[in-house]
């Protein structure tokens, strides 16, 4: 079934409020999860709901948590999240890099002590909206991925999200995670009991698998790349870019020592980092979007392997999800309104995306 | 043979004086020719000898060019490189982002109007010399490598390099073309009449192929992933946001479009992007360091698949082949010494490489 935005909007709402969590933060969080789901990014949007249950019954967040900025100079910060969910403070943390972009060219601030934030191409996105480049990269709460010649995990999925503001075209927005795929494609397998290709995880003995429900059990993804062979090793560097960048940086909690020495520690302290560059910093009014544009024409324009298959900017398919989705509502799947159900029923909180099929004539009504 | 880096030098400024390049341009241009070879980068140290000279053949070179720095703020400069080589504004550039760092917690300098610049890693070393994280990006003079689901080149190998300082550890140093593999290992692969793997490089009709000659010829390498199934998309993502950076910032030409547009371009006005960024603007004083010592002997610490195979961090085994070649010299094959005198004896340089096979001994003479 498909349920529009607004009415996904208050579902999210009523069960963050039966949590308890503070008003502003209700908001803010609930529209970033939106706008991951409006965008087609399905693994980042509502469906993280059932993992923030997950951490709020193992008392591993705070509702109601103190954003703080730590210390600041002109062009940079350093916020403390205060132990909740990531989007609050990320949010916070990326105007605040653009208003220092905005005021000296450019802007960094780094988030310690956070959580989970949803899509990283989102916080990228706000920097772009605003005229300037944006790169927002998160470290993620337990380990996941293996570097090269290694037989456990040691970093995050560990995304990389860099938007740019073009003029005719939509917005250039990259946003990976460091490892071959995301955990979301290797659950769908096993969900659907087929294998997944050779390179994309892991046993715990390092040997690469194809069974999807074991590649879920040992969690060893592959840094992207895949094997030494197909460079590995960068898909690694870059995991470990993001990393020092997320946590080292703002002093974060390094999850794969964290996970060994400290197994109960009361808050997984994830850490995030953004940068926000104005390009009238280097170049005439309008240059840098003109011959950004020109780029994004050429690659569109350019030779295609199969005359049937375009050749995509990044940015571009999730700008057509945004369109139709907004017009058409979010997909959701029975098991993802089944999950949702359940976390809202745990909670005391109201189930309400449930008038028939087309739920998207309920939300006009209010 | 092994030459020293003391020999190397000469031989290098020799040619570079006979071609008539200003006085404070060779020393540094050698200076970072030699700081790829000591770090057991050999295709981008005096290895590119040959290409430069064809550059300067071509006319595509400024022997003597006037660097400027067209644009400042307190944090972000733009640097013109007057059409030379890259290394000489690249030094300046990374040096006015550290200093612009030092005095506000960060610095971004872009250069235009440039040419090939070397190994990446070393301008990004140069910030964690001084405690700072470094990054340095460049475009290519032209276009080698292929989006996905297209069928001919239009970024060039497009390197990321991103350095960070610790204390017990080397510096982490990632220094990587957002390709699957660079050009150098095709190239090695063609004169030993070897097949490549495939995924690493495809034929003008975008389908893979393993004969390397076939592979020199095309140049139509894959990005890092090398296939659509191992998420190639990524690759393909990070060098648009490498040529974002090098080439839209500081309005450098997009060489996909130029070589269509004005293949008879008197330049090829190849861009850079350099970042510094001060841990200090966020953390105590040597925090930083020492978590990033702690994650790399968690990195060290891990579990192997082969026990015979170590788990490397990006950047160590560079320093080791400092350590080795500034004591032993630097390997330098046959035909790499044949093509060096070919230069020399083109411009009418003495050719310096020639006392025997221990060439170091000689060094140590003057």
Redesign the interface.
């Known amino acids: 079934m498909n349920i529009c935005a607004e009415l996904l909007h208050r579902q999210i709402k009523a069960i963050f409020e039966a949590w308890g969590m503070a008003g502003e933060h209700v908001e803010v969080t609930v529209q970033m999860m939106l706008a991951a789901d409006l965008r087609g990014i399905d693994s980042h949007g509502v469906a993280t709901l059932a993992l923030y249950d997950q951490f709020r019954l193992a008392g591993k967040l705070t509702l109601n948590p103190e954003i703080k900025i730590v210390?600041q100079?002109?062009?940079?910060a350093?916020v403390d999240g205060g132990g909740g969910l990531g989007h609050f403070p990320s949010v916070q943390a990326m105007n605040l890099a653009i208003e220092k972009c905005a005021a000296?060219?450019?802007g960094?601030v780094?988030v310690r002590n956070s959580n989970h934030f949803g899509a990283a191409g989102v916080y990228a996105l706000r920097a772009a909206e605003r005229g300037f480049?944006g790169l927002a990269t998160t470290s993620v709460w337990r380990p996941g991925v293996v570097?090269?010649?290694?037989?456990?995990p040691?970093f995050g999925t560990n995304p990389?999200a860099?938007a740019?503001p073009a003029r005719r075209n939509a917005s250039?927005c990259?946003d990976?995670a460091s490892s071959?795929?995301a955990i979301g494609k290797i659950k769908l397998a096993a969900l659907h009991q087929q294998p997944i290709?050779s390179?994309w995880a892991?046993d715990d003995?390092?040997?690469s698998i194809t069974e999807a429900e074991e590649a879920m059990k040992h969690l060893c993804l592959t840094p992207?790349?895949?094997t030494p062979?197909?460079?590995s090793?960068?898909?690694y560097?870059?995991g470990?870019?993001v990393?020092?960048?997320s946590?080292?940086?703002?002093?974060a909690s390094?999850a794969?020592?964290r996970t060994r020495r400290d197994p109960q520690a009361e808050r997984y302290n994830v850490g995030h980092f953004f940068l926000a560059?104005?390009?009238s910093?280097?170049?005439q009014e309008g240059?840098?979007e003109t011959?950004?544009d020109?780029?994004i024409d050429?690659?569109h324009a350019?030779?295609?392997?199969?005359e049937n298959?375009?050749?995509?900017?990044?940015g571009e398919l999730e700008q057509a999800h945004y369109a139709e989705r907004s017009q058409h509502g979010i997909p959701i799947s029975p098991e993802l309104a089944n999950s949702i159900r359940s976390v809202a029923e745990a909670c005391g909180a109201p189930y309400l995306l449930t008038k028939g099929p087309n739920s998207k004539v309920q939300s006009t009504e209010h």
């Open positions: 210390r100079s002109p062009v940079t350093l000296h060219g450019m960094a780094a480049l570097p090269t010649f290694g037989a456990e040691m990389i860099f740019a250039f990259l990976m071959t795929v290709r390179g892991m003995q390092g040997h992207l790349g895949g062979e197909m460079s090793h960068k898909g560097g870059l470990a870019m990393e020092i960048l946590t080292m940086l703002p002093g390094f794969a020592t560059i104005d390009p910093a280097f170049r240059e840098f011959d950004l020109d780029m050429a690659l350019m030779k295609r392997a199969d298959q375009p050749v995509l900017v990044h």
